[in-house]
């Protein structure tokens, strides 16, 4: 290699030898001996771009926020690279980038002290919430606590204490400690409520399970005397909505059992009744016809002949006897309608003809005649004397005695 080359940051002589140009001076950087001078000078070009790629890497670092420690390190590392480099280029430039790169680690270091501060205030909050809501599950009344999703929270606010305690800031020993105790006191104050809740609920489930087992046995007992005690199983089924609960799926099972044992009572009542019902179809015809006979009395008016046909229909009615029970309510509404119309004729009549009112009315019409007369006589006699203010008293109370009469009917 005989030619030289140059440019603005280094050079390469005729030896092969290449140089450096600082503001300190030039220097040598090392040979390329198996190559071109142009090749020997971007073989160095090339170690400053990789140096200058590693500038403006720490710079981005920087600009994202990373710790001032690692950017001190790094530019103290760079520095001495650059200063010893074995690399053409501006090498002064790189020098300034990282002299400006190191005077904003002690800028970098006091923003990110301050926001580190500001996170661990931030996590303690954090951490405090999680606490007071494990603490608020803590208070709650045991006997009105959804255990289900008691356990559900609690789980969950366990979980959020584990991610922030991964992800968040490292917290001050005393603060961090003081704050599990408290959370570990809620947590373990929410078993005890819980174990203390089922405990004394097994044994009231084991109480009522008790008494339905007896009520079972009891109802079972009655099996033997088929329908007649469907009245003693009802008290029972009383005595059973008064027992309590078992548990849902013990409470199901139990009944099952006890509605089998009524079951057994109901359908031999059932057969007793349909074979009853099956004797009184006949007596069924027979009231229907009755009724036929009888409604005619809807349209009678006279009291007195309506209550003696009703009477004889009555009569008829006992003799004939029970109907079956899905019919019972029909034809005795349809008696019944009868009934009431003889009964509001006999109203009617009663109304018309009371004594009592009879005697009043005629007494009160005597007393208004009475009074009628005499006021008569007190008004000719105030005519006759040309008083005329006891003209028109006269007047006045006559005028009222006769609107009374006339009410009363005389």
């Known amino acids: ?79 001495a690279s650059v200063r010893d480099a074995h690399a053409v280029g501006d090498l002064d430039a790189l020098a300034r980038r990282l002299e400006a790169l190191s005077g ?8 990110q002290q ?23 599950l803590a208070a709650q009344d045991p006997a009105k606590t959804q255990w289900k999703q008691t356990g559900a929270s ?22 961090a400690n003081e704050l599990w105790k408290r959370f570990r006191a809620a947590r373990s104050t929410i078993e005890q409520h819980r174990k203390a809740f089922f405990a004394e609920l097994d044994a009231s489930h084991r109480d009522v399970r008790a008494r339905k087992q007896r009520l ?28 309590g609960r078992a548990g849902k799926k013990l409470d199901d099972a139990l009944w099952a059992k006890f509605k089998a044992a009524g079951d057994v009572l109901f359908q031999a009542k059932a057969e007793v009744d349909a074979l009853e019902d099956e004797a009184y179809q ?57 009934e009431n119309h003889v009964r509001s004729l006999e109203d009617e009549r009663w109304q018309r003809e009371d004594p009592e009112k009879k005697a009043r009315s005629e007494g009160m019409l005597g007393q208004l005649q009475d009074a009628i007369a005499k006021l008569e006589a007190e008004l000719a006699a105030a005519e006759a004397a040309g008083d005329q203010k006891a003209v028109a008293a006269a007047k006045e109370s006559l005028d009222a005695r006769r609107a009374w009469l006339k009410a009363i009917g005389g």
């Open 216 to 243: 079972i046995e009891r109802a079972e007992a009655l099996a033997p005397r088929g329908g007649d005690a469907v009245a003693d199983y009802r008290a029972l089924l009383d005595e059973w909505k008064l027992a």
């Open 114 to 136: 301050a926001e580190a501060k500001a996170a661990v205030a931030d996590a303690l909050a954090e951490r405090t919430r999680i606490v007071e809501e494990a603490e608020a």
């Open 282 to 338: 006949a007596n069924l015809t027979e009231k229907l016809a009755l009724l036929d006979e009888a409604e005619p009395l809807l349209s009678e008016q006279d009291p007195k002949a309506a209550r003696a046909a009703l009477g004889k229909v009555q009569r008829r009615w006992d003799e004939i006897g029970r109907v079956p029970r899905d019919q019972v309510r029909v034809v005795e509404d349809r008696l019944r309608k009868i």
């Open 1 to 79: 290699m005989t030619d030289s080359v140059q440019q603005p940051w280094g050079r390469v002589d005729e030896t092969g030898t290449v140089f450096v140009r600082t503001s300190d001076g030039e220097r040598e950087v090392g040979q390329y001996p198996d190559g071109s001078a142009e090749e020997a000078l971007a073989y160095f070009e090339r170690k400053f771009q990789d140096l200058a790629g590693q500038v403006t890497l720490l710079e981005q670092r920087v600009r994202r926020g990373a710790p001032a420690a690692d950017v001190a390190k790094a530019v103290s590392h760079l520095q």
């Open 104 to 111: 904003t680690t002690a800028e970098l270091t006091e923003q």
């Open 154 to 175: 609690l789980d969950q606010l366990f979980a959020r204490w584990q991610q922030h305690q991964q992800d968040g800031p490292r917290l001050p020993k005393n603060e």
